[in-house]
């Protein structure tokens, strides 16, 4: 499976946009991009995902690079439920059977 | 959406003794589940893949005898930890994918085994 690097924690302020950054140099042609979060001791969440296009949903957007070597998780108005841990997760191929390989992930802390 | 189930969501049990945890899906059929494993301020590490109707598929170094996988039905699978140990005590957490065209996975909200 490609490797993804985060940064282990970021920072932010709470009402105001957060871009969590992440790097898949090594991403293949067929991987999608996929964002998990996990709040503190719950199950993770799907955020979302996406192959080569920016994408748009209820809860965040995700910019994905023209070379597909990075791609950025957006969160438009952090709230202090948003502190959680964020993991960036390449998976092969559009079938969602497949396996999710975590990485260490950023943690979050949104602050009043 | 979907819902995982987990139960219990937490046990404490004494060295040697054996702890099945349940994984349910609970509005949709899921012929593949996963288990994971999470020790505090890490991030969730695969155990195995539960195939319904055939054996689990484990990931290097899980011992299989050490945690049996039965996935006895699309709406139902089960992590038995034999013999549990201290050092067996953590969060596991399953996952199954919902299927249809929204290629998500669904996690349930995971069990804290504490093993005395």
């Known amino acids: 499976d490609a490797k993804t690097t985060q940064p282990n924690s970021m920072e932010s302020n709470e009402e105001e946009p957060v871009h969590l950054p992440c790097n898949h140099s090594t991403i293949s042609g067929t991987d999608y991009i996929h964002w998990y979060r996990q709040l503190p001791s719950q199950g993770p969440e799907y955020v979302i995902h996406g192959l080569t296009s920016n994408v748009n949903n209820r809860m965040a957007s995700l910019a994905i690079a023209e070379d597909r070597k990075s791609s950025t998780l957006i969160l438009h108005r952090a709230t202090l439920r948003d502190a959680a841990v964020y993991y960036c997760?390449?998976?092969?191929?559009?079938?969602?059977?497949?396996?999710?390989?975590f990485g260490q992930g950023t943690t979050l802390q949104v602050k009043p | 959406g979907a819902v995982v189930s987990q139960h219990p969501s937490r046990v404490i049990c004494k060295s040697g003794t054996s702890v099945k945890i349940e994984c349910r899906s609970l509005?949709?059929?899921?012929?593949?589940m996963f288990w994971y494993r999470q020790f505090p301020k890490q991030s969730l590490m695969l155990m195995a893949t539960?195939?319904?109707?055939?054996?689990?598929?484990?990931e290097q170094g899980v011992e299989k005898d050490k945690f049996l996988i039965n996935h006895a039905s699309l709406t139902l699978s089960t992590l038995t930890v034999t013999s549990a140990h201290p050092e067996d005590s953590s969060f596991y957490i399953c996952?199954?994918?919902?299927?249809?065209?929204?290629?998500?996975?669904?996690f349930g909200p995971g069990t804290r085994l504490t093993v005395l």
């Open positions: 997760i390449l998976r092969y191929g559009s079938s969602n059977t497949g396996k999710l390989i």
């Open positions: 996952s199954a994918p919902s299927g249809g065209l929204t290629d998500t996975q669904y």
């Open positions: 539960s195939n319904e109707g055939s054996k689990a598929t484990y």
């Open positions: 509005d949709f059929q899921a012929t593949t």
